[in-house]
């Protein structure tokens, strides 16, 4: 069955809008893993922009799931993380000018320092998420420099402009899948999901977790922030197929 977690960035990026301590990304954590979420995402940017040092402290304290930090490859992330120990690292590549995240982590052009990273992490205990777009070379790059799990950016998909975009943006995906499972890595998919686009997706038994922030804190707005997470909880849940079993071949 697939799995949800729930990117609390949002709910901290309302927060620093004032200049407050109000709303608290770690209670958002508390109320999306009282409504069933698997898991909790936290962006951790080096201008720290919306998630803080201390949310992530306290979310280590307080978050019975798996916590994900989500950070750039950088010896000042690799150190907090290895200090901090998150069950999950995602690396993802960050532009100061940027409103979110705008692509993939670019791992072939960079394999030595994602692998000195990634190695860095897994020496602490900690298993290492790259989040890349859903192209085969990127795939056999992050398992080159041995990431355990690939965060298939979903965001080109959620928005794609017409029927026929999406169509061919969603095969991409499902063979980026495919091949990140052959790899034996563990696959996850977000950016830009919410309850319409998500479906599709679901049809793609290799995609184990759904990494899930905006959608669900832009409906918490109207519904709240456990019934928001409860609706993408059940879709995720409901829809997706029973995984078939892994194929019995040598890791490439």
């Not at 729930?6 to 407050?20: E, K, P, S, W």
């Not at 169509?167 to 052959?182: C, N, P, Q, T």
């Amino acid at each position: 069955m697939a799995r949800l977690s729930v990117n609390v960035d949002h709910v901290a990026t309302l927060r620093q809008a004032r200049g407050i301590d109000e709303p608290d990304p770690v209670w958002a954590a508390v109320l999306a893993e009282k409504a069933g979420a698997d898991g909790i995402i936290m962006h951790l940017r080096e201008d720290r922009r919306h998630v803080q040092d201390r949310d992530l402290i306290v979310a280590a304290q307080v978050v019975k799931g798996a916590l994900n930090m989500e950070m750039a490859a950088t010896d000042e992330m690799v150190g907090i993380a290895c200090e901090l120990k998150p069950d999950i690292c995602t690396l993802v590549p960050e532009k100061r000018q940027e409103l979110t995240t705008e692509g993939g982590l670019e791992v072939k052009g960079n394999i030595d320092g994602i692998k000195s990273a990634v190695t860095r992490l897994n020496q602490a205990g900690i298993r290492v998420s790259l989040f890349i777009d859903p192209e085969p070379e990127q795939v056999k790059a992050a398992h080159m420099v041995g990431a355990q799990i690939v965060e298939l950016h979903t965001g080109a998909y959620a928005n794609a402009v017409d029927e026929k975009e999406s169509v061919i943006l969603l095969s991409k995906l499902e063979d980026a899948s495919r091949l990140a499972a052959r790899l034996k890595m563990k696959v996850a998919a977000g950016h830009g999901l919410n309850l319409r686009n998500t479906p599709p997706l679901l049809k793609m038994p290799e995609i184990e977790e759904y990494s899930i922030g905006h959608s669900i804190v832009a409906r918490a707005v109207f519904v709240g922030f456990e019934a928001a997470v409860q609706e993408m909880l059940d879709l995720v849940k409901r829809s997706a197929p029973p995984r078939p079993p892994e194929p019995s071949i040598h890791r490439l």
